[in-house]
């Protein structure tokens, strides 16, 4: 039987070769492509600030200095509060670890199980321990300091596009189609609203979080709450890893206070964390971003599992994103049948508008058309419906 040969085209390979390239070019470009989505971020964040202060007679650039500078006197107010407080709580609790430590030493020496631990605990040498942490100590400084240069860069470019709004979105509309223009600021406008979404849930759930502690820590009598309070409101944003940031300050701070104290204070944060992250942030999340409890859940854990903390922060705006642009593009999914004949009719429609009030003008005056477009029809979609009465009397 003659060997059968298997001919790959040309075509084929350089494909193959042309997606493996972007995908080594994607990986190793990832701190750049947070940077832009943290950017845009800040962006969806300021920009509805920014347009109500230019409603409100504001020239758009003030504007802008006003609505960032806000958020830098928030971020230093937060660290202000917090950091020293912080701070103080441990050189407090380095100054009664000795005597913290002899007295957990005193109660595991009071079983035969535990006492070899006991003996253990008594006779730790930090020497040892230090000498083996100044490396990871070293590491974790320069990681911190290239996340903090991120950051910084994600403000600046956040700056930037917000200066430079009109000229930036003209030439992404230059290169897009004008018979794709209305859709394209439609999903512009739906991914403004979804980060804002994900932006108010945010803060819901870490002004809950730092509530929940202040109140806890001030019930139980311990000192700085307000502080630690603050820290773990801003830690919450943090998912899965939140927790152990917030929770270990405040078991710090109670320790003056004994350890059924410190074990009151462990117990109710972890039983407030499980409430948050199963009940509380499905519904917050799901509510603000139009999706079922358990999608966010899902979200959560698969962002979290393939991309750690990244992940998981990134994982409800992009699930909200692919849910939004499923619903704009008209994509008919394989099991539904769905009758969207009155969409695609508005679609033409107001398509036909845009091409006769953008005709012949620039992409940048274009582009502002196709979003005043977008903007009237998502007020009217708002707008609740006229009862029949209150239509014929509009009529008249």
Not at 80 to 103: C, G, H, Y
Not at 164 to 172: I, K, S
Request: glycine share 8%; net charge neutral.
């Amino acid at each position: 039987m003659p060997a059968s040969r298997v001919e790959v085209p040309a075509k084929t390979m350089i494909l193959a070769v042309a997606v493996a390239a972007g995908a080594w070019v994607a990986l190793r470009l990832v701190p750049v492509l947070l940077v832009v989505v943290v950017a845009l971020f800040l962006v969806g964040t300021l920009g509805p600030a920014v347009e109500w202060l230019e409603k409100k007679g504001v020239r758009r650039g003030l504007g802008i200095g006003i609505a960032f500078g806000s958020m830098l006197i928030a971020v230093v107010g937060i660290l202000a509060l917090t950091i020293p407080a912080l701070v103080e709580q441990l050189n407090s609790l380095v100054a009664q670890e000795p005597a913290l430590r002899a007295r957990v030493a005193d109660l595991l020496s009071h079983s035969r199980a535990t006492a070899p631990l006991a003996g253990s605990l008594r006779n730790v040498d930090y020497a040892a321990f230090l000498k083996g942490s100044l490396t990871t100590a070293l590491e974790y400084s320069r990681r911190s300091a290239e996340i903090l240069a991120y950051l910084a860069s994600a403000v600046f470019l956040a700056l930037y596009i917000m200066i430079d709004r009109d000229r930036l979105r003209g030439g992404l509309y230059a290169l897009v189609p004008r018979t794709h223009h209305i859709r394209l600021s439609r999903v512009l406008l739906n991914l403004e609203s979804i980060v804002g979404g994900y932006i108010r849930g945010q803060v819901v759930t870490s002004g809950l979080m730092a509530l929940f502690t202040f109140g806890l820590l001030t019930l139980c009598g311990v000192k700085a709450a307000l502080a630690i309070g603050v820290f773990a409101g801003v830690a919450d944003v943090l998912p899965y890893v939140g927790v152990f940031l917030s929770v270990g300050p405040a078991l710090a701070a109670a320790t003056a206070q004994g350890p059924w104290i410190v074990l009151a204070v462990l117990l109710a944060m972890l039983a407030y964390e499980e409430f948050e992250s199963r009940l509380l942030v499905p519904k917050v999340y799901g509510r603000a971003l139009k999706l079922p409890p358990s999608v966010v859940l899902l979200a959560l854990l698969a962002g979290g599992t393939l991309m750690g903390i990244t992940g998981a922060l990134l994982a409800l705006p992009l699930a909200a994103a692919v849910r939004m642009l499923v619903e704009e593009l008209r994509i008919d999914l394989p099991g539904e049948d769905v009758d969207d004949a009155r969409l695609r009719a508005e679609d033409a429609r107001l398509e036909l508008e845009y091409e006769q009030r953008a005709q012949g003008v620039p992409a940048e005056q274009a582009a502002a058309i196709a979003v005043k477009i977008s903007e009237d029809r998502a007020g009217d979609e708002r707008r609740p419906a006229l009862q029949p009465n209150e239509a014929k009397s509009a009529a008249s």
